[in-house]
C-alpha cells in the first residue's frame, strides 16, 4: 500500500497524519494558555476567583507552594516552555522524519512531569488546581496523539 492508497478511514495517510499535526499543535496552544495562566496566578498578589471554591480545590494555594517552582524556575513556566516546543514539533517541524519520536518523547517526558505534579497536589498539598488539571488532561491527549503518530510512521 503506498501512501496514496487511501486507507480503511478513507483517509490517506499523508492528510491523517496533518490532521492528527493539527490536533496536537490545537491541543498544544491550549496548554500554552492553561500555563501561562497558572504562571500569572504564581506570581500575582492577589487571590483568583475563577478556580479557588474551597481549601480542596484552590489554584493559587498550588501555584504558590513550595513545590511551585524547581531551582527557582515556576513549573508553570516550565510548562510553557514545554508546550510551545511541542507546538513546534507538530507545526514548523512537522516533516521531519525524526519528528513523531521527539514528539512522542516530549510528550511523555511532559506527562510523567504532570503525573509527578499530580502526585504532589494529591498527597503533599492535599488541593486541587483546576489548571493544573486542565494541563494533565492535554498533556495526556497530546501523548495519545503523538503515539498514534509515532506508530503509523
Not at 50 to 74: H, M, T, W
Request: charged residues 10%.
Amino acid at each position: 500500500m503506498n501512501s496514496t492508497t487511501p486507507v480503511a478511514a478513507g483517509m490517506s495517510a499523508p492528510r491523517r497524519n496533518r490532521i492528527l499535526f493539527l490536533l496536537i499543535a490545537i491541543l498544544s496552544l491550549a496548554g500554552i494558555a492553561v500555563s501561562a495562566i497558572s504562571l500569572e496566578r504564581h506570581f500575582a498578589t492577589s487571590e483568583s476567583g475563577f478556580c479557588d471554591f474551597n481549601q480542596k480545590f484552590n489554584c493559587d494555594l498550588v501555584n504558590r507552594s513550595e513545590y511551585s517552582s524547581i531551582a527557582g524556575i515556576p513549573v508553570a513556566g516550565i510548562g510553557v516552555v514545554g508546550y510551545v516546543l511541542l507546538f513546534l514539533l507538530s507545526t514548523f517541524w512537522r516533516t521531519r522524519a525524526e519528528t513523531p519520536t521527539w514528539l512522542f518523547s516530549a510528550a511523555v517526558a511532559g506527562l510523567a512531569f504532570a503525573l509527578w505534579l499530580t502526585y504532589i497536589e494529591a498527597y503533599k498539598l492535599e488541593t486541587w488546581c483546576i489548571l493544573c488539571l486542565s494541563s494533565l488532561a492535554l498533556i495526556a491527549g497530546i501523548t495519545l496523539v503523538s503515539a498514534i503518530v509515532k506508530l503509523m510512521t
